[in-house]
């Protein structure tokens, strides 16, 4: 019977033993890139801390409005900058509409109605915001939604298609000769 010899196992030298070492025991402090709260004091409601973004959708008949309030760095981290006013069709989304594409939706019909507000953290770059129904009456940067190609290709044959049956009479075309007494 042959023995059969087994690979020997490499060593592994003393630098990687302690790059390993400092891998598993992480950094000591981690910066955050968003502020604290502090006393009890959210954050968001202070106003050196945040940036107001207005979103104006005109996918549908009416405009619709979403006021979003976000820190400052995550204003900077979608590309916007102060004064901005940014329009985007909805097939062709650019940096900052395609972050806030999670919240195009968020909203029912009786919330807008009753002008509700939220506040939910999304994911990627914007991280924790508050989003209202009702339009800011000052804000940093607007973003409008427009309809995409095919969108408004469809709205186009709808009103050709309503128009063309409201133009044409249901009965037919005859005359009449009407005597007034």
């Known amino acids: 019977m042959t023995k059969v010899s ?3 196992r490499k060593t592994k030298s003393s630098a990687w033993k302690k790059l390993i070492s400092q891998h598993k025991k992480g950094p000591k402090r981690i910066k955050l890139q ?7 004091v959210d ?13 104006i959708l005109k996918t549908e008949c009416n405009p619709k409005y979403i006021s ?5 760095q995550s204003f900077s981290n979608i590309g916007l900058h102060s004064g901005d006013n940014i329009s985007m069709p909805m097939d062709k989304l650019r940096r900052a509409g395609h972050a806030f594409r999670n919240i195009f939706d968020i ?32 804000c940093d940067a607007t973003i409008t939604i427009l309809p995409s190609k ?14 063309k049956i409201f133009n044409r009479s249901l009965c037919g075309k005859h005359v009449v000769d009407v005597e007034y007494i």
């Open 6 to 8: 087994r690979k020997k």
């Open 34 to 40: 968003n502020p604290r709260f502090k006393q009890g």
């Open 43 to 55: 954050p968001l409601n202070i106003l050196e801390n945040v940036k107001r973004v207005q979103i």
């Open 68 to 72: 979003v309030v976000m820190f400052n």
């Open 107 to 138: 909203f029912g019909h009786n919330e807008r109605i009753l002008g509700a507000e939220k506040e939910k953290k999304l994911g990627g770059l914007i991280g924790r915001c508050i989003m209202f129904t009702e339009k800011f009456k000052i």
């Open 150 to 163: 095919e969108e408004l290709m469809k709205r186009e044959a709808t009103n050709n298609y309503i128009s």
